[in-house]
């Protein structure tokens, strides 16, 4: 072909049906509905804010997984028996799949660092976080703007593929560096002496590497596979899939809270703490059912979006 692209359905067209379709869009899609179900029943007071980044967040990837589902109907069904149609130009729905999930990434990190501002109170790494995640935006419109023109995949990944890399290395440095942030103002917080208390902090900064860590693997799976695996489409699954992992990890962020409030309920005994620090972390601790976010108030209240 004159691409230089060897066709081999079962890595080409194989990968993004099995990968993308079967596995990121039905399976994790549904790990997400379920979590937003469990959102609505177990947090009915949350701020309307708040609410409505969750069904932002839903929507949009309902419409990505549709995005999705319509490319491999066209690649599938209206162009069956039709090879030279994978190295044709890319469907539009790609084009709104690439969109709709580069925007619900940059609203999950956006909303996991307006968390650590509220936090710790400090501007610089946040502010530094906005800046970085501006910058995957404005890649991720690039990649938007070009997917319109009558581009193939195998042509996008050659002579685009600088834009994937910058906004997959800016979604890698805010990952870690919102992690590595919360990370230390937790240990910041951590008290001595008490176990359960501890463990309280301990359990927070626990789903804080997981969340993070999760995200930030699956994205360096996806440049090893982008730049090791030039003749097949098994880079696009883990590109399919980045978005479902942010929605997921902001939808466990947020009912986990639920668990935070059983352990908090067993009345930490904070008699063994300095008498300053007994009030100032008790306050910290508070659960009222109003409480946002991780249901700990003070430095600890999730910020109300």
């Known amino acids: 072909m004159a691409t230089g692209i ?13 990968g993308a379709l079967a596995w990121a869009c039905y399976f994790v ?20 804010k708040l609410k ?54 940059i609203c999950v990190q956006g909303f ?12 610089f790494v946040p502010i530094s976080i906005w ?15 070009i997917s319109h023109r009558p581009i193939s995949i195998v042509q996008l990944e050659r ?50 590497l997981e969340t993070g860590m999760l995200t930030s693997a699956n994205i360096i799976v996806e440049v090893v596979c982008f730049y090791t695996m030039k003749d ?7 590109y399919v899939l980045q978005p479902l992992l942010y929605s997921n990890s902001l939808l466990v962020s947020l009912n986990s809270r639920a668990t935070l409030r059983a352990i908090n309920d067993r009345e930490v005994s904070l008699q063994s703490l300095h008498p300053t620090a007994a009030i100032d972390f008790a306050n910290r601790m508070q659960v009222t059912p109003d409480t946002e976010g991780i249901i700990i108030t003070a430095s600890f209240k999730m910020p109300h979006v």
């Not at 379920?34 to 029943?41: I, P, R």
């Not at 800046?131 to 703007?145: C, D, H, K, Y």
């Not at 097949?232 to 883990?238: K, T």
């Open 112 to 123: 996991f660092s307006f968390r650590l501002y509220a936090f710790s109170k400090g501007l």
């Open 159 to 208: 002579q685009w593929g600088r834009l994937f890399i910058v906004s997959w290395g800016v979604s890698v440095v805010s990952d870690l560096s919102i992690t590595g942030a919360l990370v230390a103002v937790f240990l910041a917080q951590r008290p001595s002496g008490q176990k359960r208390t501890v463990a309280l902090i301990d359990k927070l900064i626990i789903w804080t």
């Open 131 to 145: 800046v970085v995640i501006s910058v995957r935006f404005i890649a991720v419109m690039g990649i938007v703007i």
């Open 29 to 48: 899609f549904g790990v997400l509905t379920s979590q937003v179900y469990v959102y609505s029943s177990r947090f009915p007071t949350d701020s309307a």
């Open 6 to 18: 060897v066709f081999n359905p079962r890595t080409t067209l194989g990968a993004l049906e099995v």
């Open 52 to 105: 409505t980044l969750v069904v932002v967040v839903w929507l949009m990837q309902l419409g990505q997984m549709v995005s999705v589902g319509w490319a491999l109907f066209t690649y599938m069904i209206l162009d069956y028996g039709n090879p030279e149609a994978v190295v044709g130009p890319v469907p539009k729905s790609f084009a709104v799949g690439v969109l709709l999930g580069g925007i619900l990434v």
């Open 232 to 238: 097949n489409f098994i880079w696009v699954v883990f």
